[in-house]
């Protein structure tokens, strides 16, 4: 390993713990649903003046600028699909926390996570908003006999393709989200498209599973030919600044 990444994870999981945000990645892994919503709030938080010093560095990251970019997309592409549908079912397929969600109009949301905990904290905050449309299940992703209603007309998948390193789980992932909808449907997904440094990631930070977070860089197109054989066509793509992050809308086609 890099001698100079080796140092920086030190540092990170030491001193680097004074900060909030690094202290909530080594936690609950750098890419969970809970530690995604803490960058979105933006709110540099820390132990003593040092550590939300750390905090302010840690969220002003290229990478996290662009997951905030991502959410404002991804919330306006899920606005513009609600709005084509008379009465819409929607579904989160690995939601974590989902506070995307909670800038939606009300509808009729589900909001699926095979974490316990990720599922505790949505239910928290949708009875604390008063938010009853959104509804908090456990459920996997890979398995839609798991998922709350056997149809919906909108799926969401945010983050979850960025994590998911071998080609099958896409390809399970595809089929269940398939089995889900009928023609006509919508699946509003982010892609992570370029990074800074993925070996500067792995060597210092972890995922949910508490190993080495390893990140797979997709293209929106890429994913778009894998989904074509399923019946799906993108209608939509666009790209935050940075271009870090792709957001795309696809309709089912076919069957």
Not at 67 to 91: E, G
Not at 191 to 206: D, P, Q
Request: charged letters at 25%; one cysteine or more.
């Amino acid at each position: 390993m890099n001698p100079a990444y080796s140092a920086l994870g030190l540092g990170m999981r030491t001193l680097g713990r004074l900060s909030d945000g690094i202290r909530l990645g080594y936690e609950t892994g750098f890419d969970s649903g809970t530690m995604v919503d803490y960058v979105y709030r933006n709110e540099a938080h820390g132990i003593t003046p040092l550590g939300r010093a750390f905090d302010r560095v840690f969220l002003d990251h290229p990478v996290w600028e662009g997951v905030r970019a991502r959410r404002r997309l991804l919330i306006t592409q899920l606005k513009d699909s609600l709005h084509r549908y008379s009465a819409p079912v929607l579904f989160d397929v690995a939601a974590g926390p989902g506070s995307y969600l909670f800038e939606l109009p009300a509808g009729d949301y589900w909001a699926g996570d095979i974490m316990p905990a990720e599922v505790a904290r949505g239910r928290a905050r949708a009875e604390r908003d008063g938010r009853a449309d959104i509804r908090f299940v456990q459920a996997d992703a890979f398995d839609s006999a798991t998922w709350p209603h056997p149809r919906f007309d909108i799926l969401v998948t945010s983050g979850f393709f960025d994590i998911l390193n071998d080609r099958a789980d896409l390809e399970r992932l595809m089929d269940a989200g398939t089995r889900a909808t009928d023609v006509g449907a919508r699946w509003v997904w982010t892609v992570m498209e370029r990074h800074t440094n993925l070996a500067l990631l792995s060597a210092t930070t972890i995922d949910f599973n508490k190993r080495p977070w390893v990140a797979t860089l997709r293209s929106a197109e890429d994913v778009a030919k894998l989904a074509e054989p399923h019946g799906w066509r993108v209608e939509r793509c666009e790209r935050e600044a940075g271009r870090f992050f792709a957001v795309a809308t696809m309709v089912r086609a076919t069957s």
